[in-house]
């Protein structure tokens, strides 16, 4: 009975390389949703997936990141160019229904940018 | 812009002692979720509340759902160390499928 699955749960990057984050719903949860969370502060809504369609994408920044949910594997955040301000906790949540109904996360990947 | 407000923002009680944690918002949720979060991990759901008026018990844990679906609490009885973390309301908002989270309450239970 596996949980939502992140990987890597730790990543160092130097400023300007790419970081790709991973993370694979619970078991029969087609709804994807990704937040950041930065030290001392909450958690923010960045994009809202499902299988092969970007559903609400309005708190992901404008530049630089993107997010994917394919039809096969898992669903990528991914960040070009990283800059210091990207250090934060990503945290992945699914859900089964198309509501804000229950959402369970994952574990989170802390991405460090040096 | 839609918030979930929580109070107090840190709490510090000794074992034993009994708190409460409000969660508020001037705007309808269809639902209300309670999660906890312990540092380097996820949050982790405690409840789901849907009905106006609904009150769901947790072992020493009693949440409640305000009758207007605007607010909620949760209440803890007989506080453990083991209580510990970071407390998060979250709720989607009617009308819309997007989750937003409260400000968070972190509790701190001395043994």
């Known amino acids: 009975n596996a949980g939502v699955m992140q990987n890597p749960r730790h990543l160092v990057r130097r400023r300007g390389q790419e970081a790709r984050l991973r993370c694979s719903p619970m078991k029969g949860h087609s709804h994807v949703y990704w937040y950041r969370q930065l030290p001392e502060e909450g958690l923010k809504f960045m994009v809202y997936?499902?299988?092969?369609?970007?559903?609400?994408e309005s708190g992901m920044p404008k530049e630089r990141f993107s997010a994917e949910f394919p039809k096969e594997g898992p669903s990528i955040l991914r960040i070009q160019q990283v800059v210091r301000g990207d250090s934060a906790a990503y945290f992945c949540?699914?859900?089964?229904?198309?509501?804000?109904?229950?959402?369970?996360f994952g574990p989170g990947t802390r991405l460090t940018v040096t | 812009t839609q918030l979930l407000e929580q109070s107090p923002q840190f709490l510090s009680i000794q074992e034993g002692e009994n708190l409460t944690v409000y969660c508020n918002s001037s705007s309808v949720f269809s639902s209300l979720q309670w999660y906890r979060q312990e540092p380097g991990e996820g949050p982790v759901l405690l409840v789901t509340?849907?009905?106006?008026?609904e009150v769901k018990k947790l072992k020493r844990l009693t949440f409640q759902f305000g009758d207007a679906r605007k607010d909620s609490s949760l209440h803890i009885t007989a506080a453990q160390p083991g209580d510990t973390g970071l407390y998060l309301c979250a709720g989607g908002p009617s009308g819309t499928y997007k989750y937003i989270f409260g400000t968070g309450t972190r509790l701190k239970v001395l043994a």
């Open positions: 997936l499902q299988k092969e369609n970007i559903i609400d």
């Open positions: 509340v849907v009905t106006g008026g």
């Open positions: 949540a699914s859900s089964r229904r198309a509501e804000p109904y229950e959402q369970y």
